[in-house]
């Protein structure tokens, strides 16, 4: 584990992430930045008991009132329009350095005048700007609630860009989120990519299988229908690791040869790698971290050409990017795969380069001298 920075000693540290519902990428590099600030306090939205790790279960975060608030558990995404005032409620008052990671509200909190504000950001709100109708669409919550939610989404999109001001310095975990923070909040952001923990996921030297793998939350954004359509058409068995709200539609609309396997252990999920043909991702990430831990093991993806994937695959190299999110196109971009021969272990010293150690060293200097800066505000 890295040592801690010197400057990073006397600091008083909070973390403040949206909500704590599952291990997936924000969660993970939660855990990262915790190796350089081990002593932090940590704030969340809602905490859902026994779904994180143990090291973030033993932080015992701090929520807000929303973790009270009826079936918050699995409907917290419902209560969006009370986030603002949620996030707001945080008492930061004794601490010199906040971190939020945010993918919705956490970088709206306030800090003390005297602190910095860094925000590790994985997307502007995406509820609020690009994503609306993936959740809140007509054909999701039908036509009376759509409306309710549209005009509640406005007023969050408006005070989303309006507290854009609250953070000191942005760091984006790609340069496709960095292009959304320019143009939704008019700021600058360092691009630092998230950690993969290449060390653990790695090839244990055999074949690949037959099958084709998601590991994914199944949340609309995804695209998992459209993957499960281009499967179908492909003529190719597909695993899909993960759980989620659309999992039961899914299911209902899956064909023999989808196997839904819910959640799995990490060490499950390396071996439904190291097994299988290639690795899919059909939806638009902000970066993906599952698709950089299959190819950590040695594993082609075949992913839509949007987004982070753009940053981590090479077409024809570590797997096959695809131009339209369209079913025809997506099965042509499987078929392309199976037919190509893959170089496991070019593709895995690819992945090196998104390390857990690579991600400590260029997020230390950006922590340090935000809590310099911190340190000469008190003074």
Request: aromatic share 10%.
């Amino acid at each position: 584990m890295p040592v801690r920075p010197a400057d990073l000693r006397g600091a008083r540290v909070a973390l403040v992430h949206d909500w704590l519902t599952g291990m997936r990428g924000g969660e993970k590099v939660l855990e990262a930045l915790l190796d350089l600030l081990p002593d932090a306090s940590l704030f969340t939205l809602l905490h859902v008991a026994g779904a994180v790790s143990p090291r973030l279960e033993a932080l015992r975060p701090s929520v807000s009132f929303v973790q009270y608030l009826p079936d918050a558990r699995r409907r917290y995404r419902w209560y969006v329009g009370l986030f603002p005032a949620a996030v707001e409620q945080f008492d930061l008052d004794e601490f010199d350095l906040v971190l939020s990671t945010s993918h919705c509200a956490a970088k709206s909190v306030v800090r003390a005048g005297r602190a910095r504000h860094v925000c590790y950001c994985h997307t502007p709100m995406r509820y609020a700007w690009d994503q609306f109708d993936n959740y809140f669409g007509p054909q999701r919550v039908g036509p009376l609630q759509n409306r309710l939610f549209r005009l509640a989404f406005s007023r969050l999109a408006r005070w989303d860009a309006a507290t854009a001001g609250r953070v000191d310095r942005y760091v984006a975990n790609s340069h496709h989120v960095a292009a959304r923070i320019r143009r939704y909040y008019n700021r600058q952001a360092t691009v630092v990519h998230p950690p993969v923990d290449t060390a653990f996921f790695s090839p244990n030297g055999s074949p690949p299988g037959s099958y084709f793998l998601i590991v994914s939350a199944l949340v609309p954004y995804k695209r998992i229908e459209m993957a499960m359509d281009a499967c179908r058409l492909a003529r190719v068995p597909l695993r899909i690791a993960g759980e989620g709200p659309e999992r039961e539609r899914l299911q209902a609309l899956a064909g023999p040869d989808v196997e839904f396997m819910g959640w799995r252990s990490d060490e499950e999920i390396r071996e439904l790698y190291r097994g299988a043909r290639a690795f899919l991702l059909p939806g638009e990430e902000d970066f993906g971290i599952a698709p950089v831990e299959a190819l950590a093991c040695g594993r082609p993806v075949v992913g839509l050409a949007r987004g982070g994937v753009t940053e981590t695959v090479s077409d024809g190299v570590t797997g096959v990017l695809v131009d339209e999110p369209a079913v025809e196109a997506f099965a042509a971009g499987i078929a392309r795969a199976a037919a190509l021969r893959f170089d496991a272990e070019r593709i895995r010293n690819h992945a090196l380069r998104f390390s857990v150690s690579r991600f400590h060293d260029e997020m230390r200097p950006l922590l340090e001298a935000a809590a310099v800066q911190a340190g000469g505000a008190a003074a």
